[in-house]
């Protein structure tokens, strides 16, 4: 079970850290990424790490201001998010999956996700 954390409610600039932990003992050896929707809109990849943490894929929207991280010893996935926008706003969703690739449908398992509000 993956489990998102973290979001809230920040002013445009700030900084949020969002964080992911899986229950399964095999959270090592999947790559794992972030993907976000706002209302009306598709799910929008964001950002993906693979099993190792050598490989790291950003979206250019995020690029230079989001970090993405895991800890294999806490079974965690974490996202930085700094010089937050307002077009940031969205609900922030973890996935698992088995390379860490851009497109929703390559991640086989979900978490609920975590809601981000960047106030202008």
């Known amino acids: 079970q993956l489990q998102a954390s973290g979001g809230g409610l920040v002013q445009a600039g700030g900084s949020l850290r969002l964080s992911c932990a899986d229950s399964e003992r095999t959270f090592s050896v999947y790559a794992m990424g972030w993907f976000r929707q706002a209302p009306g809109k598709d799910r929008e990849f964001v950002a993906a790490i693979s099993w190792g943490g050598g490989t790291k894929v950003y979206a250019d929207s995020v690029k230079g201001r989001f970090t993405i991280s895991r800890d294999n010893a806490k079974n965690t996935m974490y996202l930085q998010m700094n010089s937050l926008k307002p077009e940031d706003t969205s609900v922030y969703y973890c996935?698992?999956?088995?390379?860490?690739?851009?497109?929703?449908?390559?991640?086989?398992?979900w978490g609920q996700g975590t809601l981000v509000t960047v106030s202008s």
């Open positions: 996935a698992r999956g088995p390379r860490a690739v851009t497109p929703p449908e390559a991640y086989d398992y």
